[in-house]
């Protein structure tokens, strides 16, 4: 099974055999060099193959929503593969450098820049909606580093922001595989802040006219389960 693993082409082979390149030791890295002839290539920098998923995410050709009756408008097999690998490089990386390196420069920039296209401002180029809701994904996934490693506050702002979001997502006519993305993120995020969070996503829900996918619907009743040790 492992051989099969570790020649695999996937983008999260390829993540798996760069944290095991730099963790490993002793025999077990002797083994794993042998085995998988390190020798021959020189090892990847962490913050270099991480930009290269975002940006195949990015270029990856005819991507978009797949209809899921459960999940909704959710992101391609491809996609969800490539933020696994992302989120296990940034593990290895730690919060405080996912954070300044990927969050705040490589994906707040994206949902930036497709914020201002919808408001017509000049020269700023067209970001496709499977793009900035892939983003929107990714964010929760990485935000959930920052509360394991202890950074709540870092990850409520993240949330305050998505929170934003969501709440003007019916005035702004926000797409619907963005909503339900924006809220899956708020979702992941809701430790950091969950009254506040559980109160956003149920007038989310009230407020709209479509039909809520019932994974989203066993989330929004995750956030407001944490909610009750609070008010116990």
């Known amino acids: 099974m492992w051989h099969d693993v570790f020649i695999s082409p996937s983008a999260i082979n390829q993540a798996m055999q760069l944290v095991a390149r730099q963790r490993a030791r002793g025999e077990v890295l002797n083994c794993l060099r042998a085995f998988l002839s390190w020798e021959k290539n020189a090892p990847l920098d962490v913050g270099f193959m991480v930009s290269k998923l975002l940006l195949t995410i990015q270029l990856c050709p005819n ?45 707040w920039p994206v949902m930036d820049k497709w914020i201002k296209y919808r408001k017509g401002h000049a020269n700023i180029a067209y970001t496709p909606d499977i793009i900035v809701a892939s983003v929107l994904r990714l964010i929760g996934r990485l935000g959930q580093l920052g509360l394991k490693e202890g950074f709540p506050s870092a990850v409520k702002n993240i949330s305050a922001v998505i929170g934003m979001f969501i709440q003007h997502a019916q005035d702004e006519d926000i797409p619907w595989g963005i909503q339900l993305a924006a809220v899956y993120a708020l979702c992941d995020l809701s430790p950091s802040n969950p009254e506040e969070i559980a109160k956003i996503l149920e007038a989310w829900r009230q407020e709209t006219p479509r039909s809520v996918p019932a994974a989203v619907l066993g989330s929004l009743e995750e956030v407001r389960a944490l909610c009750a040790p609070e008010r116990s």
């Open 63 to 107: 991507t978009e929503f797949q209809s899921s009756e459960k999940f909704g408008e959710d992101l391609s097999d491809n996609t969800w593969e490539y933020i696994s690998a992302i989120d296990l490089l940034c593990c290895h990386q730690r919060w405080v450098w996912t954070h300044d390196n990927i969050i705040s420069k490589e994906l």
